[in-house]
């Protein structure tokens, strides 16, 4: 698997760290229901067989954080984006 | 037909022409009590120790390709019950015991072998961290014993002892521990549920589940409709899958764990060995191919394929332990996909959907915790109860805080 970082270009998988779903928002702690909403963001994952929104962390390159929709099935890269974007 | 001496001889003077299949391929009948959904070594365990602890055999089980073609046939057939945590302990080591009498119980042989398990140390404070293990093991009456160098290299003497950076000190021992066919663990369970009326049903994969009202009362298959007052899911890997169609989003992710085998060579080495400066794991089967595997390849995938950073990393280890592997060549190498669950410990529990039965999160240990998975379980959709053994493996204990964290990694799949 290479992952095309859009600083460095296509770099091997192993250069990069990965940290897993990218749609977990951190909730809001002061929310009433924060502490449903915190296990729900720590737990759950939708897990899909499919595209998949992850981060991941180019450790051994330009130490930018990505956010990569990329298939479970296949582990075809399918976007990459840098990892503030939205 | 009862597998003996006596029988092999009258097959022999027939020339072995009179064998019937070890067990019936079912067609789906409507409707059953129980619907285990999952042909694997767990869901075939659950339907026999359903009937056979619990007399329920108007049981099915439903797998979407041929029984034993998921991670059944893809684990590298370790078995051991050497775990530190309470809540682990007792199950793993009823498992064992479960393993200890489980050819004469099915009438099959799971070519189960107690070559002993031999996990590594490396330095001062890991040997009193296993030191702490071996005796968290003793006080729940499994065994241990804490080797040094030289009890190890009484073992193994071809360990590279003097390694610079990771110098092999001592382990830890479970004699009780090693190795069962994973093949003959499927077929075994299978011949003895079907002997005893469980349905078991090929080429039948779950594509929904019938409701009323709030309860689910069966699921829709490739092969039709069929209803069951209770349903349970023993699909590791796959189990996110199964339960969204039930609208459940569930504390696991699905990654690819790599095996590998290695050409046939003479007998090299008689237990089951571990890496403790990484995660590596080495046995030889009867066949003589070395059988090893190391770490998950760390992102979600389904692919049942990994990528060659983590082979490379995996003979790696291999090689910086045991340097001969280097004159063995490999000769295959196949993914598994794993229920990677939060707190690294699996979920034996009903779900908050009446009818629906949860078994998974087995990480990459469940193909040791197959006959007590089955038993749990079975246990669990017989009386709604918890097996004693199994009361840790609860669904809700990550939202109350009860984790069962064997490594101490916190919630992140990948790391445990």
Request: with cysteine; aromatic share 10%; charged share 20%.
């Amino acid at each position: 698997m290479r992952i095309p970082c859009p600083f460095c270009g296509e770099r091997d998988v192993n250069e990069f760290a990965y940290l897993g779903a990218a749609d977990t928002e951190r909730p809001d702690p002061n929310a009433r229901d924060a502490a449903v909403r915190f296990y729900e963001a720590v737990y759950l994952r939708d897990n899909p067989a499919g595209p998949h929104n992850e981060l991941w962390y180019h450790s051994y390159g330009c130490r930018s954080w990505l956010r990569i929709t990329r298939d479970t099935l296949t582990h075809e890269i399918l976007r990459v984006q840098i990892g503030d974007a939205h | 037909m009862r597998y003996s001496l006596f029988s092999l001889l009258r097959q022999t003077l027939s020339q072995h022409r009179g064998w019937a299949p070890a067990w019936r391929d079912a067609v789906p009948k409507p409707a059953y009590d129980v619907i285990i959904v999952g042909g694997g070594g767990h869901g075939l365990a659950t339907a026999y120790y359903l009937a056979k602890v619990h007399g329920i055999r108007n049981v099915a089980v439903l797998e979407k390709r041929y029984i034993g073609s998921g991670n059944a046939g893809r684990n590298t057939t370790i078995i051991r019950s050497n775990y530190l945590l309470p809540g682990n302990n007792p199950f793993y080591e009823w498992s064992m015991r479960l393993w200890e009498g489980l050819e004469q119980d099915l009438n099959y042989n799971t070519m189960v072998s107690q070559r002993g398990v031999l996990n590594l140390y490396h330095s001062v404070a890991q040997r009193d961290a296993y030191a702490r293990r071996g005796n968290a093991m003793l006080m729940h009456g499994v065994d241990a014993e804490l080797l040094d160098t030289e009890g190890v290299r009484k073992m193994l003497p071809f360990l590279d002892f003097e390694n610079a950076r990771f110098p092999v000190l001592g382990g830890l021992l479970q004699r009780r521990g090693g190795t069962a066919r994973h093949d003959a663990v499927v077929w075994g369970y299978a011949r003895a549920a079907s002997d005893l009326g469980v349905d078991i049903v090929q080429n039948c994969e779950v594509t929904g589940f019938i409701r009323e009202g709030e309860r689910i009362v069966g699921v829709e298959t490739s092969r039709g409709p069929i209803r069951a007052a209770r349903t349970g899911l023993a699909v590791a890997g796959n189990t996110s899958r199964v339960a969204s169609m039930a609208g459940l989003r569930l504390p696991i992710e699905s990654h690819v764990l790599q095996a590998f085998v290695s050409e046939a060579i003479k007998p090299f080495i008689d237990c089951v060995v571990t890496l403790g400066a990484g995660h590596f794991y080495l046995s030889q089967s009867d066949k003589g191919g070395l059988v090893f595997g190391g770490d998950i390849d760390g992102y979600n995938s389904y692919a049942q394929r990994g990528n060659l950073p983590t082979v490379e990393h995996v003979c790696e280890s291999g090689m910086a332990l045991i340097p001969a592997l280097g004159r063995v060549r490999m000769l295959r190498s196949w993914g598994g996909i794993m229920d990677m669950s939060m707190d690294g410990s699996p979920i034996i529990d009903r779900t908050p959907i009446e009818g629906l039965y949860l078994n998974a999160g087995w990480c990459y240990g469940g193909f040791k915790a197959t006959p007590a998975s089955g038993w749990c379980f079975a246990h669990l959709l017989a009386t709604e109860q918890a097996y004693p053994v199994a009361r840790a493996y609860r669904l809700d204990r990550f939202a109350s805080g009860h984790l069962i964290d064997e490594n101490g990694r916190g919630a992140q799949p990948n790391l445990h």
